[in-house]
């Protein structure tokens, strides 16, 4: 079962980028989702890294720190969904929604770098720079006081896209090594049923050799014995 969903993974990613730029797609077209579409982002990034990060990190300070941030991922997460569900025209969560979202990239950004550069955490340059960015945008974000629904919203679909055409083109991998495999097996296939026809098929020096031998048969004694007994009853 396992070995089937691995083999066809290619189609859950073409799948799951869809619904990735449906999302994108709802998010610009209907703005009253977003607080559930963020709300629901949060509280997944803070409930799967939850128990993995927390176990895996030696540094007890680090882990209150990793402990902390998840946690404010998931209330914050929680918030935005009940207010997204129940009282979507909340005024304190139209204003506050940009500081939600500013702070949690905000604290993303800090708590790596207190973990690079305090506590030596092994990092790499691809991170280093992303978690520049998300300290920097996090900043501007709070110091201009949030921001309207109208640019989050094409904030998350520029998201949705980028993700979108990383699942794609991973999609696209797994199908080239699917469809590869595929011809690989068929090749093989085919040769074995050849090689199984060939043995299987005599030659025509064979053949010979087989009647050479049928022609060539020595008649046992006892035969021959019998033979000239017969001729003299006869």
């Not at 982002?41 to 902390?68: C, N, S």
């Not at 998350?156 to 080239?176: D, H, P, T, W």
Request: aromatic share 16%; charged share 20%.
């Amino acid at each position: 079962m396992k070995k089937s969903l691995l083999k066809y993974m290619w189609l859950w990613e073409f799948i799951a980028a869809a619904f990735v730029l449906v999302m994108g797609i709802v998010c610009v077209v209907e703005s009253n989702f977003l607080y559930t579409i963020v709300g629901v982002i949060f509280v997944i990034l803070g409930v799967m890294r939850f128990i993995p990060l927390i176990r895996t990190t030696e540094d007890k300070l680090l882990r209150w720190f990793y402990a902390i941030e998840l946690i404010a991922d998931i209330v914050a997460g929680a918030l935005l969904l009940y207010f997204g569900i129940h009282d979507k025209d909340n005024d304190f969560l139209k204003k506050s929604i940009g500081y939600f979202v500013g702070g949690i990239i905000y604290l993303r950004g800090f708590v790596y770098f207190f973990a690079t550069s305090v506590r030596h955490e092994k990092y790499d340059l691809f991170q280093f720079f992303l978690h520049i960015v998300l300290l920097t945008l996090g900043a501007i974000i709070i110091g201009r006081g949030g921001f309207s629904l109208n640019q989050l919203s094409w904030f998350l679909f520029a998201i949705a896209v980028l993700s979108a055409l990383f699942v794609i083109y991973q999609g696209c991998r797994g199908y080239r090594n699917y469809r590869n495999e595929y011809f690989a097996q068929s090749k093989t296939k085919k040769k074995t049923k050849k090689k199984d026809e060939t043995k299987e098929m005599p030659t025509s020096d064979e053949i010979k050799d087989q009647q050479e031998i049928h022609t060539d048969i020595i008649v046992p004694n006892n035969e021959k014995k019998d033979e000239n007994h017969t001729q003299l009853n006869a």
